[in-house]
C-alpha cells in the first residue's frame, strides 16, 4: 500500500476546493447578471440597443433623453432621442398614447421641460381633443388657463391664500398653488405695463405760444431730456439700443426744429467743414444746426477722436465757433445733444471701441443716464406682433437680460433684440432660429446654458 506524504496533503485538497468550491461559477451562460445601474457608460448603450423600447426603464430614458430644460427631438431613426422615445417616457409618467398623439412637439419639450411637472398634470387630466385644439405650446396654454382667472389689478392688492385656493379650485385642472401664485407675481408687473401702453399725451408751450400737444410712444427720461436740452448741453449715456437717437429726434418733433445728426467724428473737419481745392467752403450737419437753429445729435461721441472734440469745446461754451469761412455766433435755436455708451472713461469690456475723452471736455455737459425702458421696449414691439407673441417675447428677454447682468456676462441683450424679434416671429420665423439671429448673437454653448438656467430661475423655473 502506498501512502501520500503529509506534507502533499493540504495542497491537494486546496486544489480540489478551488475547483468544486459551488459559489464559483465559470459559465457566463448562468453567471448572474449584472443591474443596468452596475453596468458601465459602453454596457448600459449595448444593453438599450438590444432592449426594446417599450421595454425600456425610466433610468435608461433618463441616460437617453436630453436633461430636463433641454429637450430637442432627433429626426435621425437611429437617435435616443427620437419622438418614440419622448413618448416611452411619457407613457410611463402616466400619459396615455392619444394624449401623446395630440401633441405636437413643441408641447412635448415644453412638458419635458418643466422640471416642476406642472404641465405633465395638466396633460394627465385633459382630453386628446383638447389638447388638440389648444395653442401651439402648452406653457402658453397653462398660463392663459389660470390668467383668464385673474384680474392682476385687483389681485395686486388683494391677494391672499383664500384667492389663490378658491383659484385652484375653480379652475379643475392641475396646476399647482405654487404656479398660481408665480404667474400672479409674473402677470402684476404685466398689468401696470400693459395699463400704460396707451401714448402718452405731453404738454408743451413756450413763451406766448399757444401749447402744443404731443402724442406717441417715448422713453420714461424724455420730460428731463426736453427740458434740459434747451438749457444746455446735454449727454445721452446709455447701453446700445437704449433710445438714445429716439429721444434726440423727438425733442427736435417737440420743439418744431430741425433735426441733425452725426456719427463719430474722426477729425475736426467733419464737425466744421473744410475749404475744397476750388476755394468753396463745405459745410456740414453741424454747421447748419449751428447758424440755422436745430436739434444737433452727436452720436457715439465717445468713439470719436478726442482732438476732433477739442474744435467744438470752447464753442459749445462761449457761443462762437470758428469755422474755416470765419467765425460764427449760435443760433438761438441751436441745441447741442451728445450721445455715448461710456461717460467717455476709456474702453470697456463692452464697449471695446471707446476712447477716453479729455477732461476739459468731459466737464460741459449735463449727463442724463438712458437705461432700458421696458414699458416702451413693450409698446414698440407690440406694433410689429400681436399681444399673444409680444407678451411672452418680451418677458422672455427681460429674463435673458437680467440673467447676463447677474452672471456678469459680456453680452448686450437691447431692445433691439427684442423688436426685432417680435417683428421676425410675426412673420412666422421659428423660435430658435429668432433667438440665434437676435438675441445669442454667436454665444458659445456652455455660456447659454448657464444664462438659460439663471433666467429660468428668475422665472420660477419656467421660460416663456
Known amino acids: 500500500m502506498y501512502y501520500f506524504p503529509l506534507a502533499s496533503i493540504p495542497w491537494a485538497y486546496t486544489n480540489l476546493f478551488a475547483m468544486t468550491h459551488p459559489t464559483d461559477n465559470p459559465n457566463p451562460e448562468t453567471a448572474t447578471p449584472k443591474t443596468y445601474a452596475e453596468m458601465s457608460h459602453e454596457e448600459k448603450h449595448q444593453h438599450r440597443k438590444n432592449t426594446l423600447l417599450s421595454e425600456w426603464t425610466i433610468e435608461m430614458l433618463r441616460d437617453a433623453l436630453p436633461s430636463r430644460g433641454y429637450a430637442y427631438i432627433s429626426e435621425d431613426d437611429n437617435g435616443e432621442n427620437t419622438r418614440e422615445h419622448f413618448r416611452r417616457w411619457f407613457n410611463l409618467m402616466g400619459v396615455s398614447d392619444s394624449q401623446f398623439n395630440a401633441m405636437n412637439d413643441a ?45 392682476a389689478e385687483k389681485m395686486a392688492f388683494a391677494m391672499s391664500d383664500s384667492i389663490v385656493k378658491a383659484m385652484v379650485h375653480a379652475s379643475q385642472n392641475a396646476v399647482s398653488m405654487d404656479d398660481v401664485r408665480r404667474i400672479v407675481r409674473e402677470e402684476m408687473p404685466l398689468a401696470s405695463i400693459r395699463g400704460s401702453s396707451k401714448p402718452r399725451v405731453i404738454k408743451i408751450q413756450q413763451g406766448d405760444e399757444e401749447p402744443r400737444i404731443i402724442e406717441g410712444i417715448v422713453h420714461k427720461k424724455f420730460d428731463r431730456v426736453l427740458k434740459m436740452a ?99 455766433e449760435k443760433h438761438k435755436d441751436f441745441h447741442f445733444i451728445g450721445a ?11 464697449y471695446i471701441g471707446r476712447n477716453a475723452q479729455d477732461e476739459a471736455g ?28 409680444t407678451v411672452g417675447w418680451c418677458k422672455y428677454i427681460r429674463a435673458v437680460r ?11 441683450v437691447s431692445p433691439r433684440s ?32 448657464r444664462v438659460l438656467e439663471e433666467a429660468k430661475k428668475l422665472c420660477g423655473g419656467l421660460l416663456p
Open 107 to 151: 408641447q412635448i419639450k415644453d412638458v419635458y421641460d418643466d422640471r416642476k411637472d406642472g404641465l405633465l398634470r395638466t396633460v394627465i387630466k385633459m382630453r386628446a381633443s383638447d389638447i388638440r385644439t389648444r395653442p401651439a405650446t402648452l406653457s402658453h396654454l397653462e398660463v392663459n388657463r389660470v390668467r383668464e382667472m385673474v384680474d
Open 402 to 412: 437680467k440673467a447676463v447682468e447677474n452672471l456678469s456676462e459680456r453680452h448686450i
Open 230 to 328: 434747451t438749457r444746455d448741453n446735454v449727454m445721452l449715456v446709455g447701453g446700445a439700443g437704449s433710445g438714445k437717437t429716439t429721444i434726440a429726434r423727438q425733442v427736435a418733433k417737440a420743439l418744431q426744429l430741425p433735426f441733425y445728426f452725426t456719427g463719430a467724428v474722426p477729425h475736426e473737419a467733419k464737425l466744421l467743414g473744410f475749404i475744397n481745392p476750388h476755394g468753396k467752403y463745405v459745410e456740414t450737419a453741424f454747421y447748419r444746426a449751428w447758424t440755422t437753429g436745430g436739434i444737433f445729435l452727436m452720436d457715439e461721441i465717445d468713439a470719436s477722436d478726442p482732438q476732433a472734440l477739442l474744435a467744438i469745446n470752447a464753442a459749445l461754451d462761449n457761443g462762437i465757433c470758428d469755422f474755416p469761412n470765419g467765425m460764427v
Open 418 to 449: 427684442t423688436i426685432k424679434g417680435a417683428r421676425a416671429l410675426s412673420l412666422g420665423i421659428p423660435r430658435d432660429e429668432v433667438e440665434e439671429a437676435v438675441l445669442w448673437h454667436g454665444m458659445d454653448a456652455e455660456r447659454k446654458r
Open 362 to 389: 468731459r466737464s460741459r455737459w449735463f449727463y442724463i443716464h438712458i437705461e432700458y425702458d421696458e414699458v416702451m421696449e413693450e409698446q414698440i414691439a407690440s406694433q410689429f406682433a400681436p399681444e399673444e407673441i
Open 340 to 350: 455715448a455708451n461710456t461717460f467717455g472713461k476709456g474702453a470697456t469690456m463692452d
